[in-house]
């Protein structure tokens, strides 16, 4: 760079210094032979340097491209290192994972993705929960109740969606038609919400206490402990903030609705046989009886009360000296 000012600046004096005097001819033919020379030197000067400048930024061009793919390579590998989803696991792994997590844990995992979400709510997780915590009061009254209880809200929601196809087709004659096709559309479309029949929906049914189910309920009577050796029908909504259940009675007399708060876990049962309150149970087993077997019967104070199933043990008739070698109870129709 140096060199090429002090060439620009010796050939401004020389042109300087010629043009002050007058020359001679061939000193004039001089001078422009001269300029000429400075004039090719420069535009080689240039030339070279653009090269030179060029062949520089072409090798350093490459390198570091290289250098900064090399670094995001390095940098992608680190991250998908880093990054491990759940659902990478093995399938033994991940069902083992689910199948530990608790009610609460399931449904928040459910709400992650779509996959898990599938995997979350699948029967044979929540079965095992309903089992532990409402298997001893759940039986088949409660079971055939929950049943119908599915049957009447798909047939309520089949409803609604005829009628909101029926009030859509009826803004087809003034809407625009494109939009009534969208409604349609969307109203056809299956929806992410949990199924009906699932054994998840059933106990966040039973969670919430918006299920009432059928089961028996051990009396306590003015306090009396004799009474816990009966029970009585009832229908039950839990209440999970104090662990408890409400009762609610069939009608006893004149009493249309008997509702009893607070009953604990152990005062509740799944009902032994599958008949109503108010109706008598006709047992095939009376012949099979003998002297100190523990048996329930029913019993009510009259025909306005519903039944109930009391404790007992089959003992000898009158007749008999409850000697068990002349024992004659057994053939007996009455005990």
Request: hydrophobic fraction near 35%.
């Amino acid at each position: 760079m140096l060199f090429f000012l002090i060439s620009c600046l010796s050939v401004f004096l020389l042109s300087k210094s010629l043009s002050l005097k007058p020359l001679a001819p061939w000193a004039s033919e001089m001078r422009l032979l001269s300029l000429w020379f400075w004039k090719e030197l420069f535009s080689f000067h240039v030339s070279w340097l653009r090269k030179s400048k060029l062949s520089d930024g072409l090798f350093e061009i490459p390198a570091r491209m290289s250098l900064k793919k090399s670094t995001s390579l390095q940098v992608e590998n680190v991250e998908e290192t880093e990054k491990m989803c759940v659902l990478d696991l093995p399938e033994l792994a991940l069902e083992c994972i689910l199948g530990r997590l608790p009610p609460s844990g399931l449904r928040n995992m459910a709400g992650v993705c779509i996959s898990l979400r599938d995997r979350c709510r699948s029967d044979h997780l929540w079965e095992r929960h309903m089992k532990e915590k409402w298997g001893r009061v759940i039986g088949r009254a409660a079971h055939r109740e929950w049943q119908w209880h599915i049957a009447s809200r798909k047939d309520l929601g089949v409803l609604n969606r005829t009628k909101q196809k029926g009030f859509v087709r009826s803004l087809s004659s003034f809407w625009p038609l494109p939009w009534i096709r969208s409604k349609l559309d969307n109203s056809n479309k299956p929806r992410s919400s949990l199924p009906v029949d699932s054994v998840m929906s059933w106990y966040l049914a039973l969670e919430s206490g918006k299920f009432w189910f059928p089961a028996q309920v051990y009396n306590r009577e003015h306090g009396h402990v004799g009474f816990m050796l009966s029970c009585y029908d009832a229908e039950l909504s839990y209440d999970s903030r104090t662990d408890t259940f409400q009762a609610r009675y069939p009608p006893h007399g004149r009493r249309t609705v008997v509702i009893e708060d607070g009953v604990q876990w152990d005062r509740l049962r799944a009902p032994p046989v599958d008949t109503r309150p108010h109706d008598l149970h006709v047992s095939d087993c009376l012949h099979d009886l003998h002297p100190g077997d523990h048996i329930e019967i029913q019993w009510r104070r009259n025909k306005e009360f519903p039944y109930g199933w009391w404790y007992g043990v089959v003992g000898h008739l009158e007749s008999c000296d409850g000697n068990e070698n002349h024992c004659h109870c057994y053939y007996s129709d009455s005990c």
